[in-house]
């Protein structure tokens, strides 16, 4: 039987864990299994002892000390079995009632990553950009990537990034983010490996600093020297 891994990392989002970690659960993917795997990035808001319940129904990692989703993904890559493995965000942004059209076109052996884009247009859907600006200047960053890379990607810094097994197992020892960084040097990390990489669009629904959002403008700065040094310097 074919394989999902779901890799969730998480700080500090005790008030959406428990919900995400349901749709996670609830997705059908007929005759496919899923393991979830849950990097907790040392939270200190009681995130820990909610997920402690989950313990032997999951895998649940522990981190003792916070270094970032970077190093939490390091963490969770290196732990996943599935015959593919997706990334998800622990807040409530992403649905993951898109995860059978992201996974078809990896185990259709169409490409060896799928990118689930924000911006891509769809009649169906219904996307919340909260900060325009923020998405500005979010565009401008892929922009540069996109030079730098030579790769035609909308959404570099989307969370839905699936990855078959063998891409992971490539690019896993190369991985050197702690931080934010982790998105532009996974995808550097795919263009100078040659994978194959699909966009599709995907449901959105961005929250607000109040809801917990936690990414700010100093590591919209940090990106770019973030997206020259993935692509130019390492």
Not at 79 to 101: R, S
Not at 151 to 156: A, E, F, G, R
Not at 159 to 167: D, M, N, R
Request: hydrophobic share 35%.
């Amino acid at each position: 039987m074919k394989k999902l891994s779901v890799i969730i990392s998480v700080y500090n989002e005790k008030n959406t864990i428990e919900e995400i970690i349901k749709r996670v659960e609830s997705v059908n993917l007929d005759n496919i299994e899923k393991e979830i795997i849950i990097v907790d990035d040392k939270s200190t808001d009681g995130t820990r002892e909610v997920l402690g319940r989950y313990k032997g129904k999951h895998r649940v990692i522990f981190l003792e000390r916070n270094y970032g989703k970077g190093n939490a993904l390091r963490n969770g890559f290196k732990e996943a079995n599935g015959d593919i493995i997706i990334i998800q965000d622990a807040d409530l942004e992403y649905d993951p009632n898109d995860y059978p059209k992201l996974i078809r076109p990896i185990f259709e052996k169409e490409t060896d990553v799928v990118y689930g884009s924000r911006f891509l247009k769809s009649s169906s859907l219904n996307n919340r950009i909260v900060y325009k600006r923020g998405y500005l200047f979010s565009r401008l960053l892929n922009r540069l990537s996109n030079i730098l890379s030579g790769l035609k990607l909308s959404d570099i810094y989307t969370c839905y990034k699936v990855f078959s097994k063998e891409a992971v197992r490539k690019i896993t020892p190369d991985i050197k983010s702690n931080r934010f960084g982790i998105d532009p040097e996974l995808t550097a990390l795919i263009a100078k490996n040659k994978f194959r990489v699909l966009e599709m669009p995907i449901s959105y629904q961005g929250r607000t600093y109040e809801d917990g959002k936690k990414i700010n403008w100093g590591d919209g700065i940090a990106a770019i020297w973030h997206i020259i040094r993935f692509n130019i310097f390492q």
